[in-house]
């Protein structure tokens, strides 16, 4: 007798489940998207204890007529493709049909949903069996409430992380879908307390307030750039307003929140060497593009996607940013800059989901406990999203105005570096200057650093440079799996002008150099070199030129605690204003910070801030 035999539905759905609900976020991604595909305008996500026990989303959209409600729960069900052209252009968040008919093996599911908004029925779901279907009532649209997840499949449980951590992933993909979808109004409330609400007006920049917050939102610029295939657009933080990690890039493509390291890398390319070394900025890129040129079959959760011209993205997408900088004026205010450690600076979000307490919950025991509440539908009327603070508050409303106006004065006023008269130095480290906005500090090695780079920077560039002959050669020895690495490294070497030759087995010899090294630093500046390709076997060239442009410049730069003579100092301004980007060493540190006439006239009480009466009794 044959051993193969067919797998039972419920097994064969719980392993789908396995790829696609990996845990409560999971859930709440795989509603949640049905509920933009159904065209809803407001999706209501209610969940309790990080969703394990309860996740329920509310949407306004199509519904499912009732004859279709028990279809769309068997596997491989969909309405939105039929044929192979279609999956080569699919235009919904969803369309493999897995999602209601995994969800429902690992849970107990219950679906009310209307398409007219007068008949609704009610279909309740354990482990995928349908236990109960009556007539019921709701407005037109859909309510899925999904409990005691994993009831049925203990191994997976062991996976789900702290409540903290599954609450988390919630936020993070409500946030992403809300702000890939600024025409959709998302509330995410857990346990009773609001954690996403966005207004669902179609302004982005609001939808990332709902998100970040005002303080954030008010620190991006936008930018957008496109051509005949693709259209990019989106927000991107200052470059003083960063994170520690790059998560805080989110892309979206066609609508879809997608991970892509090529673009992530794309935003910080953007910023040159405006940002910190190890600082990542916020952004939000919105990429639309035809669904022809995208795959989106190829990962189960359809967050990776195989793109056609990556490369041609990732370029229209730093250009766009780097030009946007271009026409910024970067110089930090120093003011604001001290207002801002006590205020904004420290919380991403005005509320953060961490306050609960996790410690009284066995994540194991509460599966098999009876539900203490009874399930009631339609728990938050959808219209009290109307009560949200940027439908009513008049002001928020005008400060929002005022900030889009501003965004659409031409930048041309902001955009060139003062015009700076010196003044003086102090602590041999600080050059004092002014212009007609204000005075500014400048910090002579960051701005030494800044020029010094620059000028390497081209030079570097030219291979051709001319070599200067060394009066005794540098001869260089190092161990065996060293100089196999530095001979198989050699074009890399030679890309900047480092020529060695064999000497012996361990050892090169150095006999010419470029002429742009530093005299009597020749032998250290080769071995720095050398470093550089010993440490990282894989450098690329271009990776190679910037660390040593870097490295040149500091070696070149002044030093703090050194006395300039007004003549150095005036040059040195000179030749920072010609600079492509004055504002930043080619660390990421500020080269200047202003004291704005406006700052000084309110430090010293010559006008009063607007914002702070108290200061004015
Ligand atoms: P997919 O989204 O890939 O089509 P799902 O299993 O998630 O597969 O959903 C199956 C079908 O059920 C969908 O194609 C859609 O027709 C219907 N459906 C699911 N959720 C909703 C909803 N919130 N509103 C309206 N229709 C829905
Ligand atoms: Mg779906």
């Given amino acids: 007798m044959g051993l193969i035999h067919e797998l039972p539905v419920e097994l064969s759905n719980q392993i789908a489940a396995g790829e696609v609900i990996e845990r409560p976020a999971s859930v709440v991604k795989e509603l949640a998207e049905n509920a933009i595909d159904a065209q809803a305008t ?51 968040l969803g369309f493999r049909g897995e999602a209601l008919a995994s969800i429902a093996s690992v849970s107990k599911l219950t679906v009310v949903t209307s398409t007219d908004g007068k008949s609704a029925v009610k279909a309740e779901f354990s482990g995928n069996d349908l ?74 920049q609001q939808t990332i307030a709902g998100i970040y917050g005002r303080t954030i939102a008010s620190h991006m610029y936008a930018f957008e750039n496109s051509d005949a295939d693709y259209q990019i657009k989106g927000y991107f933080s200052k470059p003083d307003t960063t994170r520690s990690n790059r998560s805080y890039i989110s892309l979206i493509l066609n609508g879809r929140y997608i991970r892509n ?62 030009e946007k ?26 509320e953060k989901p961490e306050q609960i307490s996790f410690d009284d919950l066995d994540i194991v025991d509460h599966i098999s406990e009876p539900d203490p509440e009874p399930l009631v ?34 930048t041309e006023s902001v955009s060139t570096f003062p015009d700076l008269r010196y003044i003086g130095q102090i602590h041999g480290t ?41 009066l005794v050669p540098i001869v260089l020895d190092y161990p065996n799996s060293e100089s196999i690495l530095i001979r198989e490294k050699k074009p890399v070497l030679e ?33 720095e070199m050398i470093d550089y390709v010993l440490n990282d076997s894989k450098i690329s060239v271009a990776a190679f030129r910037e660390k040593n442009a870097i490295m040149m410049s500091c070696k070149r730069a002044i030093k703090a605690n050194q006395h300039l003579d007004d003549k150095q100092a005036i040059f040195l301004l000179k030749n920072l204003s010609k600079a492509e980007n004055p504002y930043n060493c080619p660390h990421g540190r500020p080269v200047l910070i202003e004291f704005s006439n406006r700052d000084l006239e309110k430090m010293f009480k010559r006008i009063q801030d607007s914002h702070d009466t108290r200061e004015s009794e």
Avoid: C
């Fill in 42 to 92: 407001q999706v209501l996500i209610t969940v309790h204890q990080a969703g394990l026990r309860s996740v329920e989303i509310n949407d306004n959209g199509v519904g499912i007529a009732a004859d279709d409600v028990e279809i769309a729960f068997q596997p491989h069900t969909t309405s939105k493709i039929s044929t192979d052209h279609d999956l080569f252009n699919v235009r919904t």
């Fill in 131 to 204: 236990l109960k279907k009556k007539t019921h009532a709701r407005s037109k649209g859909t309510t899925v409430t999904v409990e005691d997840l994993f009831f049925n499949t203990p191994a997976r449980l062991k996976y789900v992380k702290s409540l903290h951590t599954e609450l988390n992933k919630i936020v993070d993909i409500v946030d992403r879908l809300a702000m890939g979808h600024p025409d959709i109004s998302f509330r995410l409330i857990h346990e009773g307390k609001d954690l996403v609400w966005t207004s669902g007006n179609g302004n982005l």
């Fill in 261 to 322: 390291y090529q673009l992530a890398n794309a935003v910080i390319k953007g910023y040159g060497s405006k940002l910190m070394i190890g600082r990542f900025p916020i952004a939000i890129v919105d990429i639309t593009l035809d669904p022809s040129l995208v795959d989106i079959n190829v990962h189960p959760t359809k967050q990776e996607v195989r793109l056609t011209n990556e490369g041609h993205i990732g370029d229209l997408i730093s250009e766009g940013i780097k």
């Fill in 325 to 350: 900088l271009s026409t910024q004026n970067l110089i930090p205010d120093a003011v604001k800059n001290l207002e801002r450690k006590t205020t904004a600076e420290t919380t991403i979000r005005p």
């Fill in 377 to 410: 539908v339609d728990k938050i009327p959808i219209e009290k999203l109307e009560s949200h603070p940027i439908f009513n508050d008049p002001d928020h409303l005008q400060a929002w105005d005022n900030r889009l106006k501003e965004e659409k004065q031409p």
């Fill in 430 to 470: 600080y050059l004092v200057a002014e212009s007609s906005e204000g005075f500014y500090l400048v910090d002579q090695h960051a701005a030494q650093e800044r020029v010094n780079y620059e000028y390497y920077r081209k030079q570097i560039g030219e291979v051709e440079a001319d070599q200067q002959r060394l």
């Fill in 495 to 527: 890309s900047i002008g480092l020529f060695l030759d064999d000497f012996g087995q361990n050892s090169f010899v150095v006999n010419t150099h470029p002429t742009w090294f530093v005299a009597g630093q020749e032998e250290s500046t080769i071995r």
